[in-house]
Every structure is written in structure tokens, then in C-alpha cells.
């Protein structure tokens, strides 16, 4: 790709680089993994931009393409995972936000650590505020399997963080 056409791609990936910060958490607890994640979806994006024909919105693309890359690197990196817990590191958008919100999502964070790769998906498409559908669509199964999925998903979050004694 030209360095004009380089532009563009830097311009969504800065704009949506949020998205890439999330799913990293998602798959990653240790912050250098989650950097490393990081910088291998950015790449696989860069790799697969050229593909992009624009049937779909960017940041719909752009999901489809994470979440594969992370499944993929998650899968490769298990085995090195160490279980530590995950306390620190957490990118906090707003310095304002109160210690116990802080601590709330530190133990999603570290719940959603237990769940297998494609529940992880799931789980941050949800909290993406996407819907069953398009929750579907970037997944490649259907509306009604991604809604049972998800169900699934939640209970089983709940109860580990019932398990875990977390508390919200």
C-alpha cells in the first residue's frame, strides 16, 4: 500500500484504535500481552485493508478482523499464560471514575479472563452495545445462536464472579 493510501487506514485505526484496546483486555490479562495483541491486530488489519471494499461499516469489519486475530493469537499464547491476577493495567478512559468502579471492572476484567475465546467475543460485542444481529454478523453465525450464545455467556460470567466472591 502507498503511502497515501496509508492515510486513510491510520486515520480509522487512531479514530477506532479503542475497539483494538478493548478486545486485547479481553483476550490478554498481562499488559505487555495485551501491547503485544495490540500491534498483531493492527498489523493483520493492515494486511486485510486492502480487502475492504466498504459492503459493511469499518468499525464491522474491523471487529470481525480482532476478534479472528485475537482467537487466534489467544490460542497460540494460552499455553504461556501466566494466571496471575489482573489488578493493574487497566486503561481507565476517565481519570474521574471512583475507586469502586475501578475495582468493578478489574474483576470483570479478570472473570472474563476464565471464559473460553469465543464467549470472550461475545461478551465484548455486548458490552460494545452491539446487537444480537450485528453481533452475529461479525461472529459468522446466526442471529438466534448469537442470542442463545450470549445468554449462555452471561450466566456463566455471573457465576463466576459468584464463585470468585466478586461483588457489584
Known sequence: MSGAAAQPFLELINTNKG???KVAKMYMDKA???EDLFQEIVMQLWKAYPSFKGNSKFTTWMY???????IVFFKKENKKIDKTTLTEHIDIADVNES???EE?????????QELNSIEKALIFLF??????KEIAQNLGISEINARVKLNRTKEKLQSI????????
Open 99 to 101: 475507586d469502586d468502579k
Open 64 to 70: 470481525r478482523v480482532a476478534l479472528n486475530t485475537a
Open 19 to 21: 475497539i483494538i484496546h
Open 32 to 34: 505487555e500481552d495485551q
Open 161 to 168: 464472579i459468584k464463585k470468585n466472591g466478586y461483588e457489584f
Open 104 to 112: 468493578k471492572l478489574a474483576y470483570l476484567y479478570k472473570a472474563v
Open 127 to 132: 458490552l460494545e452495545d452491539q446487537s444480537h
